[in-house]
């Protein structure tokens, strides 16, 4: 069953993961969708996953201004006024490092793709959305930035990923309450562990890391970060939750006259934001020191 065609809406980080995956749910349930890709190659693999249709590949870099205003144009220009019914803020990286061994250059980027870039994309979007005309009731434009279960609770060796990832909860909220008598709504989506081509991306940072700090400093860390970050990729590897339940959220997110505030995909995203309100800090550190 296709959803009802509500216009049309973009994805950011579409090349791959969870992104490419929103990206062809929502084209494939009747929206029209502009999915950000890194480069050509991605865009003519999405476009022979969607079949063509009702899927644009944009090349996106949320980190580029020229980029962004270059997409907004596009977009803008192909649509006219009052015709994106969403954004889907979903570009991300993961950088994963103890704290001491953390590279600034590396913080910096995890801040400027997940957090700046999110910021740089509502700036540039935000009147199209303003000028959205309903589609069978609700908020007009959609706001949906994508977080994770490492938004609420923030386990050891993912500091500036968690640091990016609280800011953008944070910023959501703020967004949310600063666009209220707008017509457009706020929605984060916090999917927990997903199989995801990005654990093999966190693998290589973590290897990258170790090489490149003091050697004393390398040794105090590399047995427990190499054992959190073997354990994180097997939880993703074994997890139940998929994609696709990612992408419904998505789409409820974007379609439903009502969308949540959060959406919180599998279990383990749901523990950790219950754990965050019950727990106190020091039992939480001791239930993630066990694993």
Not at 94 to 115: F, T, W
Not at 223 to 230: D, G, K, L, Q
């Amino acid at each position: 069953m296709r959803t009802t065609d509500s216009g049309a809406v973009l994805v950011t980080g579409a090349s791959s993961g969870l992104g490419r995956a929103a990206a062809l749910h929502l084209a494939a349930r009747g929206l029209r969708v502009y999915a950000g890709v890194r480069n050509d190659t991605a865009a003519g693999e999405l476009r022979t996953a969607a079949g063509g249709g009702r899927l644009t590949a944009l090349r996106l870099d949320v980190t580029d201004a020229d980029s962004v205003a270059a997409a907004r144009d596009a977009v803008a220009s192909e649509l006219g006024a009052g015709s994106l019914r969403g954004v889907v803020n979903n570009a991300g990286i993961c950088v994963s490092a103890p704290v001491e061994c953390l590279a600034l250059e590396d913080l910096r980027q995890q801040l400027e793709v997940n957090l700046v870039g999110v910021v740089a994309v509502t700036q540039a979007f935000l009147p199209l959305l303003r000028a959205a005309a309903p589609a069978g009731g609700g908020p007009a434009g959609r706001l949906v930035n994508v977080s994770s279960g490492v938004g609420r609770v923030a386990g050891p060796f993912l500091g500036a990923y968690a640091a990016a990832q609280f800011a953008k909860e944070g910023l959501s909220d703020s967004l949310r309450r600063e666009l209220a008598g707008t017509g457009v709504a706020v929605s984060v989506i916090e999917p927990g562990a997903i199989a995801t081509p990005i654990w093999d991306k966190v693998a290589a940072t973590a290897d990258r890391v170790l090489a490149a700090a003091p050697a004393d400093v390398a040794a105090l860390y590399r047995a427990p970060f190499t054992r959190f970050v073997a354990r994180n990729e097997s939880a993703a590897r074994s997890a139940a939750t998929t994609p696709g339940q990612f992408a419904r959220a998505v789409e409820h997110a974007l379609t439903s006259p009502r969308p949540r505030t959060r959406y919180r995909v599998g279990r383990d995203a749901a523990a950790a934001s219950l754990a965050a309100r019950l727990l106190p800090d020091r039992l939480l550190d001791r239930v993630l020191a066990a694993g």
